[in-house]
């Protein structure tokens, strides 16, 4: 694997800026990744493992871009719990970690960095070089990812009966002997507009 410092710099291209939620993703996905047996993530072991996020915030483009996980190859998974951790799961021998960035890690970058006035550039600072058990939570964990959610091809597709959209990967919802979506059974997050054809 390339070295934090080229790691940081390349993460920090893609999502725009430096900042301390890339210090700590870079920190929290060679830590994730080294946890579990990889040693190559972008090349020979990009099948062999996951990540789970729980926040989209800096830290989650970091990750991306260390593991070469993404949405689109179903490697990356997203939980919406808006908390700075991360899950790395060895697809093969199910080894999983779940590392969460220490919130009194903010304060402890005073004594690290005390000689930097703006508390934003010393935790930035002070990330890079905090001892990683000051920095994070490691907790070895067990998790089962469904069939439905591994990388690859989709398991199936079925059309809605309501609206026709087709729905990938066991999304759907049996309701009253009906095959429906999501957003046919739940509501959608938009409101569609009718066309004025007049």
Do not use: N
């Not at 087709?166 to 999501?182: A, F, H, M, S």
């Amino acid at each position: 694997m390339e070295s934090f410092e080229d790691l940081l710099e390349e993460s920090t291209a893609i999502h725009g800026h430096i900042c301390a939620g890339q210090v700590i993703g870079v920190r929290m996905a060679i830590l994730g990744l080294a946890s579990i047996g990889i040693d190559d993530p972008r090349g020979a072991d990009r099948k062999k493992f996951t990540v789970i996020v729980e926040i989209d915030r800096c830290a989650t483009d970091a990750i991306q871009t260390v593991t070469g996980c993404s949405l689109g190859k179903r490697s990356l998974k997203w939980l919406d719990y808006g908390i700075m951790a991360a899950s790395f799961v060895h697809l093969e021998d199910g080894r999983a970690v779940r590392i969460t960035a220490r919130e009194e890690a903010r304060k402890l970058a005073e004594k690290y960095c005390p000689e930097i006035e703006d508390r934003y550039q010393r935790q930035l600072a002070a990330y890079r070089v905090m001892d990683q058990d000051e920095l994070f939570t490691i907790q070895r964990v067990h998790l089962t990812i469904p069939e439905e959610d591994l990388p690859g091809r989709p398991l199936r597709r079925v059309r809605c009966e309501q609206c026709g959209d087709w729905v990938q990967d066991c999304r759907e919802i049996i309701q009253e002997g009906r095959t429906l979506c999501k957003p046919c059974v739940h509501g959608r997050y938009y409101t569609p507009i009718e066309e004025d054809r007049s």
